[in-house]
């Protein structure tokens, strides 16, 4: 069983910028890939970052060039750096360990960007 304990969402303008972090209880190094996904109210859950366990990562395409996903592997932490942030990315934002017999999920973090 693995933890996840997200933090740093909040409201914000837009252009404005948070940073995310998603503490794990177990390495980081035994999930295959780490990642943020999100979900606004009335849309599916949506991939937003991912780093796999070699440090390979991928982007949707409307955060690519905005939002940076990284980790500390001393502290089982993966963040989520989020900039020049628009209305269109309020949702709820799920941290999820990725293993090859289970997904873990946070509890999720909210994120709101004003107009």
């Known amino acids: 069983q693995v933890q996840l304990v997200e933090s740093g969402g909040g409201l914000v303008q837009a252009g404005g910028s948070l940073k995310l972090s998603c503490a794990a209880s177990?390495?980081?190094?035994?999930?295959?890939?780490m990642g943020w996904y999100r979900q606004a109210p009335g849309k599916q859950r949506e991939l937003v970052a991912r780093?796999?366990?070699?440090?390979?990562?991928n982007y949707a395409d409307s955060v690519k060039g905005r939002f940076t996903i990284s980790r500390d592997n001393a502290k089982n932490t993966v963040y989520l750096q989020m900039n020049s942030l628009k209305p269109e990315d309020t949702a709820v934002y799920y941290c999820?360990?990725?293993?090859?017999?289970?997904?873990?999920w946070g509890q999720g973090t909210q994120v709101t960007v004003s107009s």
């Open positions: 999820n360990f990725q293993t090859w017999g289970y997904d873990y």
């Open positions: 780093i796999t366990r070699g440090g390979s990562t």
């Open positions: 177990a390495s980081i190094f035994s999930a295959n890939a």
